[in-house]
């Protein structure tokens, strides 16, 4: 008997992509398709399919609400988030709230036999081009630290390692004094840094790396 699934995304035209690759197999079949989060939420308590494919980013209710809310039923279902973002966040949250599987949407196609054949034996999958893992204790880490920088937070970490102050790197990369601090401060969030001097040791740590 084929496996029950829910597509629920915003994008008509994606969950057209995912239900033709569903279609190449025949242990999968789409029960019900959803457009945004309530709705997602109303047909997985009707139609209690085993597999739910939830957009992170959908109207009404995302799809994390979709799945804390559905994981609190009796029997709820199997859980892959889609998603446009290789947020860090997000990421975490979503696999606290009891998710299976994280995919980024580019991706969602050509890896979704993969996800979907590992989450049904009880395995967590997670995607390529996430920059995060989880080890066996569920436990949270970076894949590589760097790779989730943009080249602008690279250049001013880059600079940090050398002692710059944020005036300092401004004049150099030609950019405010805010913008420098801006970035630090997403560096610092992106790879959980905390106390006044971890940016800095994080940098002098990787200084030939970047």
């Known amino acids: 008997m084929p496996e029950s699934i829910l597509i629920a995304d915003d994008h008509p035209i994606f969950r057209r992509g995912l239900r033709e690759v569903l279609a190449e197999r025949d242990d999968y079949e789409v029960v019900a398709e959803a457009g945004n989060g309530v709705e997602a939420l109303r047909l997985i308590r009707e139609v209690h399919p085993r597999i739910a494919l939830l957009d992170i980013s959908m109207p009404q209710l995302d799809g994390l609400g979709v799945l804390a809310q559905s994981q609190r039923w009796p029997d709820p279902p199997i859980c892959v988030m889609l998603t446009l973002h290789d947020d860090r966040a997000w990421f975490n949250r979503a696999f606290r709230l009891g998710a299976q599987g994280y995919l980024l949407k580019e991706n969602a196609e050509a890896e979704l036999q993969r996800c979907l054949q590992t989450v049904r034996r009880g395995q967590r ?3 390529s081009g996430i920059s995060w893992k989880l080890d066996d204790r569920g436990e949270l880490h970076a894949i590589d630290p760097l790779s989730s920088l943009t080249a602008a937070e690279r250049r001013v970490l880059r600079l940090v390692a050398e ?23 997403h560096v610092a969030a992106k790879l959980d840094l905390r106390g006044a001097n971890a940016l800095l040791k994080f940098a002098l740590d990787h200084r030939q790396e970047l």
Not at 168 to 179: F, G, M, N
């Open 125 to 127: 999958y997670v995607g």
């Open 163 to 185: 002692h710059r102050s944020s005036r300092e790197i401004a004049e150099l990369l030609h950019i405010s004094p805010r913008t420098v601090d801006n970035h630090r401060a």
